[in-house]
């Protein structure tokens, strides 16, 4: 190791540190989701995708959520926990995905399908989820759409995702909206057929947020959290992974009999690698940034995440704090 590497390395010791004092201090809980930085992942007390993240806001008994992820995550963690602290370390930190939808846009469609109920991924505002019907995450997105009484579903803002749901929901009409993750997006389908024919005996998980022609050379579809399941019960020995390279950290960690390769190196989230350790410190230490939402707004939000938990859960979420 050189001395630059060395002097980086005790340099995120020290900082580990003083976020694990400042914590206690605090009564925090760092939650963290999958595609943060490796030393991020190091720190937190809760790492998941964005279903498994939701359930654990809601259990946690700190005092303090540091939340380390993108703006609507910690705007949901706000709304399921209204009398906690939460904190968003850095304020930049927004989801390009969750913007391409807004609430005049919304009730627009509404107009058009007034038959149609409303169910929108949680990459969206607390706003945009209180015109909505009912939320879901990557991994209960077609239980959800199931669940749902009428036929035509505005499925909102991702329309990758929808289209997914769609061809697993046949017999529902889903009306698509104009959004996608310009993450996924970037894996194109010449990436894994170049990276297969490097690796012909690795299997390929795709998130359903990647386009369509990207998902049929899938040999499985999944959220993150569900990558980690498939991964640790397959018996393939080398697998391609299609979504965000944060994910490689913990998949390599947790299997080191096993290989990871991504089809591309573009596979980046900006807003996501905006977390440091440095602005973990800094929201613990500053009590930065607070992340509140409006009651009215929450409240209506709150209807549509607490819909979508007790389809994907087995026991009611009774441990929601109410409004
Ligand atoms: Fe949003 Fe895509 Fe980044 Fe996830 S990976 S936070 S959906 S831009």
Not at 13 to 19: S, T
Not at 65 to 87: D, Q, R, S
Request: with cysteine; net charge neutral.
């Amino acid at each position: 190791m050189n001395s630059i590497q060395d002097k980086e390395k005790k340099y995120l010791e020290a900082l580990k540190k003083k976020i694990q004092r400042l914590k206690k201090q605090r009564n925090a809980v760092i939650i963290v989701h999958n595609y943060q930085r490796d030393e991020v992942q190091d720190i937190a007390d809760i790492s998941g995708d964005s279903l498994a993240l939701s359930r654990a806001a809601v259990r946690t008994d700190a005092d303090v959520i540091v939340f380390c992820g993108v703006y609507f995550m910690a705007e949901t963690a706000a709304i399921l926990n209204p009398k906690k602290t939460v904190l968003l370390p850095v304020i930049e930190s927004g989801c390009p995905l969750a913007d391409m939808v807004n609430t005049d846009k919304l009730l627009e469609k509404r107009k058009q399908y007034p038959k149609a109920a409303v169910v929108c991924y949680v990459n969206s505002s607390a706003a945009v989820k209180a015109q909505s019907d009912i939320c879901c995450t990557s991994s209960n997105a077609i239980e959800v759409v199931k669940s749902v009484a009428n036929k035509q579903i505005i499925f909102i803002p991702d329309k990758n995702l929808g289209r997914y749901v769609q061809a697993n929901v046949p017999d529902k009409e889903i009306i698509l909206w104009e959004g996608f993750c310009p993450t996924h997006i970037r894996l194109q389908e010449q990436d894994v057929l170049n990276m297969k024919t490097q690796h012909p005996e690795a299997e390929f998980i795709a998130h359903p947020e990647c386009q369509p022609q990207v998902l049929a050379l899938a040999d499985h579809i999944c959220s993150t959290g569900g990558m980690f399941k498939y991964v640790k019960n397959s018996t393939a020995k080398e697998f391609i992974i299609g979504t965000e390279s944060g994910m490689l950290y913990k998949l390599r960690r947790d299997n080191p009999d096993k290989n990871f390769f991504m089809p591309t190196l573009h596979l980046v989230c900006p807003s996501m690698k905006l977390t440091t350790l440095g602005w973990v410190a800094h929201a613990l230490e500053a009590n930065e940034h607070v992340i509140t939402v409006q009651p009215e707004i929450a409240k209506k939000a709150l209807i549509s995440i607490k819909k979508m938990l007790e389809v994907s859960e087995e026991s009611p979420v009774a441990a929601i704090a109410g409004y």
